[in-house]
């Protein structure tokens, strides 16, 4: 690109307007952290901005000393896990199949699935099915009903089109059956996809909570970690809740709260930063197929 | 989706007909592979849909729906009663509010976000400041609405403990979350917030497919930043502009639940009560009323598909590719 002299002046205050939106994405992150890293008494007073005052980390030895707090935050890690190995096994062998051309019913089976894509029966036919089948309050209910998802799914088929057809070929001559090839040849050109399906249902689930809120209300050990920490910053009486999910003081500490938003908050922040480069291609094959 | 099945689609037409034993011999894993996903999509998509039928019977908590007598009117007593609920058409009207408002502010920011990176000169830094705009994105509704709640509330919010300093005063105060007028804005722009730098991906994208010759003759041209950006760069985004906002349009009437359930609060109910809350606090959290929540579901879902349909075909009538 041919640059003059007075363009300098405009990349300048490019990276300004930049440095503003970096500010603005990170100043409540900041703000939370500060806080979560004050003692009580200066937070009382307002005296906390973006720098922690009487810094301390009691908060979090006492958020890490909180056995349900503790246990919500590991199981929502191995449901983490588990869901987003059983989304990604059923999102490679439901997509994978529909990629060949000479399957018979392959225009029915898409239009099957992308209808549910468009319309759903809502909200209350699918809780009144999931209590009919007994799924209710059981954790089976926060993997299965939504272990596959069907955009996801346009994104990996969107993938595996993207691998020549004469390797598929090349593959069935030598005698390789549909999943040999799969395995040996498809799955291992689409790991930057994989990789970024694997963000996607790892975020979604580490996030979602409405699932877990509709369908599971008494059993506490079930709670997902957003869950719970929607019970402990939304309602009402804070010490009620306080008490209910096991911090014993009365109230619930304000630099309690921001220790628990960012423990539930790093695990995300620490992993997607290494992803960004292929999530950038699995968004862009999603929305330009989807 | 017609765009991906279509190149194999022509290859598909002169195809000799199938020898059925050698062919199932040969593809048989493929269904079997399908198995379990089809199993899937029956079961927990389309069994649902049997449920729809809840919608035209007496409210029965207990008995499938198929076994309940049907509704007065000839079974659409539910949808008459709703629409003569006062609180289900305000948050129709929320609904319809808060998305159109989300349309006009929230739509246009990551195209504005992307020209800015686009204009970014430093390679490193704008690697940089895209990781940190795609932040909000990986973060729930639940934590943004106690960010939120930390920066924007009336007496320890951060905004307003800087506002009361500079102003002076004590009492002064920005009703972020505490008026329902300052809300809606609220919402809106956590909504930016959250989704503008994750938005921008699309864009970028676009902007790679933009040929560098363009940028040069503009530039041989003596235009400047700004004729550049408004001459080569905008018309090259037109194409993916008007694919997103026509999507956009099609969920004008659908409703998110996470969001507005972490946003809101007692003091603005009259304005954060969307569809999903309402069926969510008539159905499931005590209220009972599951025929009547099931007859909204079902009146939101069909409208949805008909301004999705409507979207695509206006789509498709001004030249560009549609989504379906």
């Known amino acids: 690109m041919i640059k003059s002299k007075y363009t300098k002046i405009g990349d300048l205050i ?111 036919p699918h809780y009144v099915m999931l209590s009919n089948l007994g799924m209710l309050e059981t954790v089976w209910v926060l993997v299965i009903p939504s272990c596959l998802s069907v955009y996801n799914m346009i994104i990996m088929r969107s ?42 249902y790892a975020v979604g689930r580490w996030n979602g909570f409405s699932d877990a809120l509709l369908y599971i209300k008494k059993t506490r050990e079930l709670y997902p970690i957003q869950l719970y920490l929607y019970n ?35 695990p995300i ?21 989807g | 989706m017609s765009q991906v099945t279509q190149p194999s689609l022509s290859r598909e037409t002169h195809r000799p007909k199938t020898n059925w034993k050698t062919y199932l011999k040969r593809y048989w894993t493929l269904y079997l592979l399908l198995a379990l996903p089809i199993a899937f999509f029956v079961v927990f998509r389309y069994i649902p849909m049997a449920y729809i039928l809840m919608a035209f019977k007496k409210n ?11 509704a007065k009117n000839n079974g659409f007593e539910w949808f008459i009663k709703a629409f003569k609920d006062k609180l289900f058409l305000r948050s129709l009207e929320n609904t319809i509010k808060l998305n159109l408002l989300d349309l006009v502010c929230g739509f246009p920011a990551p195209i504005l976000m992307a020209l800015v990176l686009n204009e970014l000169a430093f390679k490193r830094f704008k690697r940089f400041t895209q990781t940190v705009l795609y932040l909000p994105h990986f973060l729930s509704w639940i934590i943004i609405s106690s960010l939120a709640l930390r920066l924007l509330a009336d007496n320890d919010g951060l905004i307003n403990i800087l506002y009361k300093q500079m102003s002076g005063n004590n009492d002064a105060v920005i009703p972020f979350l505490s008026n329902p007028d300052w809300w809606v804005g609220t919402y ?27 940028y040069e003759a503009a530039a041989v041209d003596g235009a400047g930043r700004f004729r550049r950006i408004w001459h080569v760069t905008l018309p090259g985004l037109r194409p993916t502009i008007v694919v997103l906002l026509i999507m956009r349009l099609g969920y004008i009437l659908g409703s ?6 972490a946003l809101s609060n007692k003091l603005v109910t009259d304005v954060s009560t969307v569809i999903s809350i309402y069926v969510y606090q008539k159905g499931i959290n005590g209220g009972g009323q599951f025929s009547l929540t099931t007859a909204v579901g079902l009146f939101q879902s069909v409208v949805g598909v008909l301004f999705l349909f409507g979207a695509n075909f206006l789509a498709k009538r001004f030249g560009e590719r549609g989504i379906m």
């Open chain 2, 60 to 70: 029965n908590i207990i008995q499938p729906p198929w076994f309940v007598p049907w």
């Open chain 1, 159 to 200: 993938s595996f089109y993207s691998v020549p057809e004469s390797l598929r070929e090349a593959a069935e001559i030598d005698g390789a059956g549909p999943i040999r090839t799969l395995v040996q040849i498809y799955l291992p050109l689409s790991k930057p996809v994989l990789a970024t399906l694997a963000l996607f």
């Open chain 2, 256 to 261: 998110e639940f996470d969001r507005p359930l």
């Open chain 2, 188 to 214: 809106i722009g956590l909504g930016i917030w959250k989704e503008a730098g994750w938005g921008t991906i699309i864009y970028l994208a676009a902007l790679t497919s933009i040929s560098p010759e363009l």
């Open chain 1, 269 to 289: 922040l620490l992993v997607y930063p290494w992803l960004q480069r292929y999530f950038v291609s699995g968004v862009t094959i999603g929305a330009v197929k």
């Open chain 1, 14 to 124: 490019i990276v300004f307007v930049c440095l503003i939106l970096i500010f603005i994405c990170l100043l409540p992150m900041l703000n939370v952290l500060a806080r979560s890293l004050s003692d009580t008494q200066y937070l009382i007073r307002n005296e906390v901005l973006l720098w922690p005052k009487g810094l301390n980390v009691e908060a979090y030895k006492t958020v890490l000393n909180n056995d349900r707090y503790v246990h919500s935050l590991w199981f929502t890690a191995l449901l983490t896990v588990g869901c987003t190995i059983l989304s990604l096994f059923m999102t490679v062998i439901c997509a994978y199949p529909l990629t060949y051309d000479k399957l018979k019913g392959r225009k029915f089976l898409n239009g099957f699935i992308l209808f549910t894509m468009y319309f759903s029966a809502g909200m209350i």
């Open chain 1, 232 to 266: 402990i910053l939304q309602n009402a009486s804070s010490g009620e809740a306080a008490a209910q999910e096991g911090f014993a003081m009365p109230g619930l500490s304000e630099t309690l709260k921001m220790a628990s938003v960012m423990f539930a908050t790093v």
